[in-house]
């Protein structure tokens, strides 16, 4: 690290021990220094800023009180120090040089599964089924996250399987690797006071605890008594000052309940700091396309995740419909790539296709690999950010890109054809298309107005 950014670092450092003395004054004070120095820079991004501090009835005043509040002043330290200076100003140039000098795409984040094993028996999921026969070894597991960091990246999250049936490594990979940031998708149950200790000691790791809704709905699907499980777990990472969030996918049938105004309330109640919505994608040969929602049912979560961002303090990712934000499909390591736990390397943790395994080749070569070129080729695969994903809304892209590249089926119990996959795609996005059409369009011109008025 630069002399540069080990001075960032030394800010950050010194500025949370400042504002954790007396968050409600100093972030007032925090900001009239910041505004001395500005010299007139970002006048609209500051002036959003100094509201959300000093409205107190501005919904995201509660949640930075809420995080300086609730969150340990040293873990709140090391996550900001390893996400905003070490994934961001220190990786992302990185990255950048990169992918000019190769010509290819280079991953913001990495998806890691440690094991295809999972505590639990849920409705619909093979893991369980499938048991404890695939796994990264711990050695496998941190020659990724150091090939990672050789190029840029800082960013890790571990799925599954149920990725902490390998606490143990998890820690000790956390510990290794402390200039990074992981997560994980956990269904919850194996968090215990142990591991939130171990949480705590190295500081840079954040749960993302899968929720179906409220308690009959969780375990209708995961089993009888994993909702209080789930709500057990959150109070012993609140009682450490620890954060975590959620994770929910919405289909036809629970798209109502999960995007309720009552269960973002029930959430907030609980201490979460985000949730990220995951649209049901129809992957396997058992999937059930009736789960996909329909273009009403989409617009309806659009338009309620969108208008809860400007009332609720609760910080929310909509992994299909905020496209926008991120110029389209991130896959095929654009900004992220998922590699499974037989080391088989995919674009997308929904797209289990693959021409590369991590055991046989460097992750460059990986990203120079004739499918994560076909991606790197071809994005955006459609001008309309409503409209991003090549298996879901643009359904002859995959088979395509899978056929060019000679990319093989990499799901571990019933390999799928890419011509299979989306054929239970293409009416979904004959109908969602008119729609995304009229959503998009009213976008731009939003957008529009905004640039009118600032001019």
């Given amino acids: 690290m630069n002399l540069t950014n080990s001075m960032k670092k030394f800010g950050i450092e010194q500025t949370f021990k400042y504002v954790y003395k007396d968050p409600e004054t100093n972030l007032r004070k925090l900001m009239d220094w910041g505004d001395s120095f500005a010299n007139g820079s970002f006048p ?23 995080m300086f509040n609730d969150i340990d002043v040293s873990v709140m330290t090391k996550i900001s120090e390893n996400f905003f200076i070490n994934a961001n100003l220190v990786g992302w140039p990185i990255q950048q040089e990169l992918r000019e000098k190769y010509n290819c795409n ?6 890691l599964d440690p094991t295809s094993a999972c505590n639990l028996h849920c409705t619909g999921c093979w893991a369980a089924e499938y048991g404890n026969k695939l796994n990264l070894s711990f050695d496998e597991l941190d020659s990724i996250i150091t090939q990672g960091k050789e190029l840029g990246v800082y960013m890790y999250l571990y799925t599954g399987g149920e990725p902490l049936v390998r606490k143990d490594d998890i820690i000790a990979l956390c510990e290794k690797h402390n200039d990074c940031v992981f997560s994980s998708f956990t269904n919850g149950t194996l968090i215990d006071e142990a591991f939130a200790d171990e949480m705590l000691r190295v500081k840079n790791f954040i749960p993302a605890i899968s929720l179906e809704g409220f308690e009959e709905a969780t375990d209708s699907r995961r089993g009888d008594g994993v909702y209080q499980k ?10 450490r000052k620890l954060p975590y969030g959620i994770s929910s996918c919405y289909t036809s049938v629970n798209y109502n309940s999960i995007t309720s105004e009552a269960f973002y309330d029930k959430l907030i109640e609980m201490g979460a700091y985000f949730i990220w919505y995951f649209h049901y994608m129809p992957v396997g040969n058992d999937a059930a396309p009736e789960l996909l929602p329909t273009p009403e049912q989409r617009e309806l979560v659009y338009r309620r995740i969108r208008e809860y961002r400007q009332t609720k303090p609760l910080f929310v990712m909509d992994f299909q419909n905020d496209a926008e934000y991120v110029g389209g499909c991130i896959a095929g390591g654009r900004r992220y790539l998922h590699i499974n736990a037989n080391g088989d390397v995919d674009p997308c943790a929904f797209i289990h296709y693959s021409d590369s395994n991590i055991r046989e080749k460097s992750l460059l070569d990986c990203l120079r690999s004739p499918l994560f070129m076909a991606y790197h080729d071809n994005m955006p695969f459609n001008d309309n950010m409503m409209q991003p994903c090549p298996m879901l809304e643009n359904p002859d892209e995959l088979p395509r890109m899978v056929n060019l590249s000679g990319a093989h089926s990499t799901d571990l119990q019933s390999p799928e054809t890419a011509e299979h996959l989306t054929s239970k795609t293409v009416s979904y996005a004959d109908h969602w298309e008119p729609k995304a059409e009229e959503l998009w369009a009213a976008r731009l011109e939003e957008k529009r107005r905004v640039r009118e008025a600032a001019k």
């Fill in 230 to 239: 789930v709500v057990h777990a959150m109070q012993i990472l609140h009682e």
């Fill in 106 to 111: 280079i991953p913001w984040a990495i998806l």
């Fill in 44 to 66: 609209a991004q500051r002036a959003l800023i100094r509201r959300i501090i000093e409205d107190e009835n501005h919904p995201y005043h509660a949640y930075i009180l809420h």
